[in-house]
């Protein structure tokens, strides 16, 4: 495939309120005319003493957030924009329908439902891993159709073909674990504190890549694994760098655990995130070359990641891509990037009754 033409500017005026509540972050975001003019986002911090996201708690600090949010979000864009802005004044209300933790979901989509029919206006429902491909419509430099996304957070890594806003093809993903997930396990077993996955990003900035070794998985076609990556990484931590293959008994006490991880953390952690990254560079490095597309984007909460922003960068340097990467606020769960997607849907009148029901799992 040849890469297509620019995405032109929207015109069509239409202002809408997105909701995201999928998992831990409450979110909400005003898009006119397809510019966000504001992305209010509430993290929890409930959930670092637990290392992990609680669901029955997270759902409750969305019903604790979401209106507080979404009056920040309708401020927010009043001053960015030159016509007031107002809940009276949105055309439609879109929410993140798919996938993601049900209960959190239920408080957006209830929140949405609710708003749609006192208001009366159009409900647009949103695939959340869709959003995040589309994060990269938000910025003026777009890139152009088809495009492919990397697609990386804790829960997802694909490959996405992205034809235009409405037609996106997953062809390749993860056969087990998420990149998001080995980054975060990871750190657990360094005894970072969670969420793990940014301070090994953090630490690896000061460490040397190529210290330690761990295995890339020979996994066929465009699909990847991350579990025998992971089991590799537990067995060089439990036998203190001796050998990362796998061991029924282990000779390195707790304490000589601690100590080897303490005296080498900047060199683990750049190795780790060393390979994690080249996992995913040489996937997309095949799809890029059995597709012929050369307009190349990264998504999802993994994107912040600075190794992987600069080996992307590097990679389309090498091999002439136009490479395009959300900025922060957009890589991580967040209601610009349900806006944008909710905007394209509005110029096709893609609309749901108040009968839509919000899903855990979901096909693209």
């Known amino acids: 495939m040849d890469s297509g033409t620019d995405l032109a500017t929207p015109t069509s005026p239409a202002l809408i309120l997105a909701i995201e509540s999928s998992c831990d972050e409450t979110s909400a975001s005003i898009c006119a005319d397809g510019r966000i003019l504001s992305n209010i986002i509430a993290n929890q911090a409930v959930h670092e003493k637990y290392g992990g996201v609680v669901p029955e708690l997270a759902s409750r600090a969305h019903l604790q957030n979401i209106v507080p949010v979404i009056d920040a979000a309708i401020k927010k864009a009043g001053e960015n924009s030159p016509r007031p802005i107002s809940l009276e004044s949105i055309d439609a209300i879109a929410f993140t329908q798919a996938p993601g933790l049900i209960g959190s979901l239920l408080v957006g989509a209830q929140f949405a439902k609710s708003l749609a029919l006192a208001l009366d206006k159009p409900l647009i429902a949103v695939h959340h891993m869709q959003a995040h491909v589309l994060a990269n419509l938000i910025p003026d430099d777009r890139p152009a159709f088809p495009f492919l996304c990397l697609t990386v957070s804790g829960g997802h890594t694909q490959i996405v073909l992205c034809e235009s806003p409405a037609k996106m093809k997953v062809i390749g993903e993860t056969i087990d674990d998420a990149a998001g997930e080995a980054f975060?396990?990871?750190?657990?077993?360094?005894?970072?504190?969670?969420?793990g996955g940014p301070l090994i990003d953090k630490y690896a900035a000061n460490g040397n890549a190529k210290r330690f070794q761990f295995p890339e998985p020979q996994i066929p076609g465009l699909n990847f694994s991350f579990s025998?990556?992971?089991t590799s990484i537990l067995y060089f931590l439990k036998n203190a760098g001796s050998s990362n293959v796998f061991k029924e008994s282990f000779t390195a006490t707790p304490?000589?655990?601690a100590q080897f991880i303490s005296e080498n953390l900047a060199d683990i952690c750049a190795s780790i995130q060393a390979r994690i990254i080249s996992i995913l560079i040489n996937k997309l490095r095949k799809a890029a070359k059995e597709t012929g597309i050369k307009d190349v984007c990264i998504a999802g909460g993994v994107s912040a990641n600075s190794g992987l922003r600069k080996a992307l960068r590097e990679t389309g340097e090498q091999l002439g891509w136009r490479t395009f990467i959300p900025a922060f606020e957009y890589c991580t769960d967040n209601a610009a990037m349900i806006a944008i997607t909710a905007y394209y849907k509005f110029l096709e009148k893609d609309f749901v009754s108040l009968n839509v029901s919000p899903t855990a799992r979901a096909e693209w």
């Open 184 to 195: 975060d396990k990871s750190a657990k077993l360094l005894g970072l504190p969670y969420p």
């Open 228 to 230: 025998g990556l992971k």
């Open 255 to 257: 304490g000589e655990q």
